[in-house]
């Protein structure tokens, strides 16, 4: 059984699409990524599992309960980061994560202190006078101080720091190391490639693939610039290469297959530069775009 | 209920608990600081009053009133004392969901292993027992002032029972209208300008609603259905007004927790 079960989830608010049709499984002990420009039905899709919102159609079930009518039971064993964090601006930071604490049964305290300690965070704070980041602090420890078997991160890396950001993935790794099923939402590729074990991809409401990192990245378009003296486009034109064009003295062009293929061309060259990355987001969703429009 | 909730609610309504029993001991203390010689002038102050048009005697809570005696002012100045319970018990009203959710904070409790209802009734209650606190100090200034300021005239205990007796009810009925108002519409970020319209106008609508003729409007607003003056004259409630204003507040509970529960709780776009 999955730990998490959607099927055919969909929601409008009012005549506005939130998502259509969305159906995924995310496996007990996963990082399962989640991915998609703003906009594309992600915070909808986490507000859905939690019950802050109810569907148009469709199911979703959590430890194989319906999470619309046990979401109580549920949600004790849940985790949940927003992306947008608010909270009671008069108080200070220990007297909410106190009582953020009490919903719990069990005895959250030990943890909670470690956490705050792990990303530096002041205690004795008043909310209101804390920075972005620091509420988004704020907003790791109280999702993460029960120890639940299920944490929902949306878009957690948002104003945090580089360092901070290495210090949540490592807690983020090591909570999942001890079991901990982690669905991650991001509109960045990298840092989903970076901790996730698969991934789906959102689009304008809809999931338009479904996949492990491995075979997405292996799957996936690069993208390749050649700079080199007299260079003809048309040089790289083999399977695999797609919208070839020529910019001032370079050449660009996206190629999906092995990369050696590539390689063994541009060893014959005198190349003055050569860039091969990872296409943006933006451009996987291009690719999409395109595939699903031919 | 969860005692958490409820404790959390609570003390985050300290600051106002103790602003709201201030006004209320600062208006008692000064209208009835008054009665010593409004009682001393009772003759003269009748015959003048007697010139009004009874429209206006009616509008400011007067007609029928006799100030001399202590039962006859205190009705008076209780209409002053309903106004502030109402805003109060209003701005509570407006407050208990809908600000949280336009300031995007109701998130946090949501997401918690807590049903709805149990949210919604921990809050109600919380709320409630915030303006019982106000409610006891309305009865301990009331008693305080009238033995102070009564120099030796002589009260009737019944019907200043009866007008403090009403206070609970009158306040949970504006608690009640105040949230099932504010769950019909969204984005409410500030309690006070909503509360001041419901408390205020129930009010107006009371004092004025003569003015309307035969439209009876004034009928539904609680101000009618625990009208000191007629408290005052009859020693008993209006029943079937106390009954339209418990029939009122139940269905305006139903109303507000068959929304709650089937609620989207707004997020940031």
Redesign the interface.
């Given at each position: 059984m999955s730990i998490i079960e959607v099927e055919g989830l969909t929601k409008y608010?009012g005549r506005t699409r939130g998502i259509e049709d969305v159906s995924f499984r995310v496996e007990e002990g996963e990082i399962f990524g989640f991915i998609g420009p703003n906009g594309a039905g992600k915070?909808t899709t986490i507000?859905l599992l939690?019950?802050?919102?109810?569907p148009t159609r469709g199911s979703a079930r959590i430890f194989g309960r319906d999470v619309f009518r046990h979401?109580?039971?549920?949600?004790?064993e849940?985790g949940?980061l927003?992306?947008?964090v608010?909270?009671?601006g008069r108080m200070k930071v220990i007297d909410l994560l106190k009582?953020?604490a009490?919903?719990?049964?069990r005895d959250c305290t030990r943890r909670m202190f470690e956490l705050a300690e792990y990303m530096e965070l002041d205690l004795n704070r008043r909310i209101d006078e804390l920075s972005y980041g620091n509420r988004k602090k704020v907003g790791i420890v109280q999702g993460l101080m029960h120890s639940p078997r299920v944490v929902f991160l949306d878009e957690p890396t948002i104003g945090l720091d580089p360092l901070m950001q290495r210090r949540f993935f490592d807690l983020i790794r090591e909570e999942n190391a001890r079991g901990m099923t982690v669905f991650f939402s991001s509109h960045i590729l990298s840092e989903v490639q970076r901790l996730c074990h698969r991934v789906a991809i959102i689009r304008e409401g809809h999931i338009v693939e479904i996949a492990d990192m491995e075979t997405l990245i292996r799957n996936n378009y690069k993208k390749v610039r050649v700079v080199a003296r007299d260079i003809d486009p048309s040089y790289f034109d083999i399977p695999g290469v797609t919208h070839l064009e020529r910019i001032n003295h370079a050449v660009h062009f996206f190629y999906r297959g092995d990369i050696n293929a590539v390689l063994r061309r541009l060893s014959a060259l005198n190349v003055t530069d050569v860039t091969i990355e990872e296409p943006t987001l933006e451009e996987i969703f291009m690719h999409y775009y395109e595939r699903s429009g031919s | 209920m969860?005692a958490?909730i409820y404790g959390?609610e609570l003390w985050?309504k300290r600051n106002s608990i103790l602003i709201w029993s201030a006004s209320i001991v600062l208006v008692a203390l000064l209208y009835m600081g008054l009665f010593p010689t409004f009682a001393d002038y009772a003759a003269v102050l009748q015959e003048t009053l007697k010139r009004f048009p009874p429209e206006y005697l009616e509008a400011f809570g007067m007609a029928g009133v006799d100030l001399s005696t202590v039962v006859g002012y205190y009705s008076f100045v209780f209409t002053f004392l309903q106004i502030l319970l109402a805003l109060q018990a209003s701005n509570y009203g407006f407050d208990l969901i809908a600000v949280e959710e336009g300031?995007?904070?109701a998130?946090?409790v949501?997401?918690?292993?807590?049903?709805r209802a149990?949210i919604l009734t921990s809050k109600l209650l919380a709320a409630f027992t915030a303006l019982t606190i106000t409610s006891a100090v309305t009865w301990a200034a009331s008693f305080l002032f009238i033995e102070l300021f009564r120099e030796g005239r002589p009260y009737e205990l019944r019907p200043l029972a009866l007008m403090l007796g009403s206070i609970p009810i009158f306040q949970a009925v504006f608690l009640s209208l105040g949230l099932a108002f504010s769950l019909l519409t969204r984005g409410i970020r500030s309690a006070t300008p909503y509360g001041l319209v419901l408390g205020f106008g129930g009010y107006v609508l009371n004092a004025f609603g003569d003015l309307l003729g035969d439209v009876k409007l004034e009928l539904i607003t609680p101000f009618r259905h625990f009208d000191p003056t007629y408290i005052a004259q009859h020693q008993a409630y209006d029943a079937p007004l106390v009954l339209l204003s418990v029939a009122m507040m139940v269905i305006a509970l139903a109303f507000s927790y068959w929304r709650y529960l089937?609620r989207?709780?707004p997020?940031?776009v």
């Open positions: 608010y915070t507000r939690l019950a802050l919102i109810y979401g109580p039971e549920i949600r004790q849940i949940y927003p992306g947008e608010f909270y009671y009582y953020a009490s919903f719990y049964n | 969860k958490n959390f985050r300031q995007m904070i998130d946090f949501v997401s918690k292993p807590v049903a149990q089937r989207d709780i997020a940031a």
